[in-house]
């Protein structure tokens, strides 16, 4: 059945590394959102499109985070450098925008240990 | 500025009803969503509310009052399973940009 797919699941890397997260939406939904999740602020919202175009990055630290949609199966979200406050679980949801319910579909979500 | 409030826990016993409260004061409003979040696995879709009144799906409902910026949800008939974090959420505008409480951890005891 249809559902979000992000890669790594889980990922440990040292201060100063680049990360790279991807996220496949499902397949026809014409949006696409990054979230952060920790234990201290829960679900912040990074960045979203709407049709492949970024629509609000404004909870993105813009120094070292990007987020891109290359096309419509492929999301990514890259932190170069990483710092250990980027620890966290992101998620990646999709949606179909101006439908009934608008609901979001989230993905597994990819674990980021920065150390 | 944009806020949504919840509980940070409730607990309650199974077979019992647990009403979760959440107040919102956002920038744009199309739309009230709860979400049920197991540990350590993605929040899924409980239920939406647009129109103020309740929504009845199951053991859940879930009511919005607009003019208040208020909801609930309650859960009836309480199992072990439903112990979770139940997040709600607000979309902001009509494309989806969903804003998230930090969440209410049910805690379901025997």
């Known amino acids: 059945d249809a559902r979000v797919t992000q890669t790594p699941r889980d990922k440990v890397t040292e201060m100063g590394q680049e990360v790279t997260m991807r996220c496949q939406p499902i397949?026809?939904?014409?949006?696409v959102f990054w979230y952060r999740q920790t234990m201290m602020q829960g679900l912040e919202l990074l960045a979203y499109?709407?049709?492949?175009?970024?629509?609000?990055d404004s909870g993105m630290p813009k120094d070292r985070f990007s987020a891109e949609m290359p096309d419509a199966t492929l999301a990514t979200l890259k932190i170069q450098p990483s710092e250990p406050r980027d620890s966290a679980v992101y998620f990646c949801?999709?949606?179909?925008?101006?439908?009934?319910?608008?609901?979001?579909?989230f993905g597994e979500g990819s674990r980021l240990t920065v150390l | 500025g944009q806020n949504i409030d919840q509980p940070t826990e409730m607990t309650a016993t199974e077979g019992a009803i647990v009403q979760i409260n959440c107040t919102y004061q956002?920038?744009?409003?199309?739309?009230l969503f709860w979400y049920q979040q197991h540990a350590g696995e993605a929040p899924t879709f409980l239920s939406y509310?647009?129109?103020?009144g309740l929504e009845e799906k199951g053991r859940f409902s879930s009511f919005l009052s607009r003019s208040k910026g208020y909801s609930y949800l309650l859960l009836k008939e309480l199992q072990m399973k439903d112990s979770a974090s139940y997040l709600c959420?607000?979309?902001?505008?009509?494309?989806?940009?969903?804003?998230f409480g930090a969440g209410t951890q049910v805690v379901v005891t025997p």
């Open positions: 397949l026809g939904h014409n949006t």
């Open positions: 499109f709407r049709n492949r175009a970024p629509l609000d």
């Open positions: 509310n647009v129109l103020d």
């Open positions: 956002t920038s744009g409003f199309n739309g």
């Open positions: 959420a607000v979309r902001a505008d009509s494309w989806g940009k969903f804003q």
């Open positions: 949801a999709s949606g179909l925008g101006r439908d009934d319910t608008g609901e979001l579909f």
